[in-house]
């Protein structure tokens, strides 16, 4: 039985783009463990060049050109990765898929050694892709999209600020306070 219901699947899924969480410390090993899992499905690998850097690697690609290289994109680390990674590569209309090796897991919720199994499903067209609302905020004529959240707050710790909030051009309400937090379904994770 397939999993996906009217839910549209990948129509190439020969490479895969890899973006690891910054900064992640020594994850070289379980890295090499995952990319071992992608080269038995036949999977193509393409790093993107700061995570490459981070291990040592000769070859990495720009974000821009590993997201136009690559059929879907598959990021390490943790929810706030997986979340980068979507609201960076949104122009792109990658697929992404998060291998969780952080705390939460929320939306990365393929472990390492679940992996396998994982993808033995997605060759097969086991999977279904959740899509997202975005967000897509325009504040002083510079654009702004995100993926679960975008807060608008005060610069100085005193005083409030004023926000006027407009819906298609028409005032949807005025706020004043410290800020305002507008949330996608997917949720805040502003604490």
């Known amino acids: ?3 996906n219901n009217n839910n549209q699947l990948l129509d190439k899924k020969n490479i895969a783009g890899i973006i690891l969480k910054p900064n992640c410390g020594d994850i070289k090993n379980i890295f090499l463990q995952i990319i071992s899992i992608f080269k038995k499905f036949q999977i193509e690998i393409l790093v993107e060049e700061k995570s490459a850097f981070n ?21 390490i680390g943790g929810d706030g990765t997986l979340i980068s ?29 679940e992996l396998e199994n994982f993808l033995d499903n997605f060759i097969s067209n086991n999977y279904r892709i959740d899509h ?3 967000i897509k905020a325009v504040i002083n004529n ?14 100085d710790l ?11 051009n028409k005032l949807f309400n005025s706020y004043n306070g ?7 379904p997917t949720g805040s994770s502003f604490l």
């Open 1 to 3: 039985m397939n999993v």
């Open 55 to 75: 291990l040592n690697l000769s070859n990495g690609y720009s974000f821009d050109t590993l997201c136009k290289k690559s059929d879907f994109l598959v990021t």
């Open 85 to 113: 990674v979507a609201r960076r590569g949104f122009k792109y209309q990658k697929a992404v898929m998060g291998i969780n090796l952080g705390r939460l897991g929320f939306l990365t919720d393929i472990m390492p050694d």
């Open 132 to 134: 997202r609302m975005m």
């Open 142 to 155: 510079k654009e702004i999209v995100a993926f679960n959240d975008i807060v608008l707050s005060r610069k």
């Open 158 to 168: 005193t005083g409030m600020i004023e926000i006027d909030g407009f819906i298609d």
């Open 178 to 184: 410290d800020g305002v937090i507008i949330s996608t």
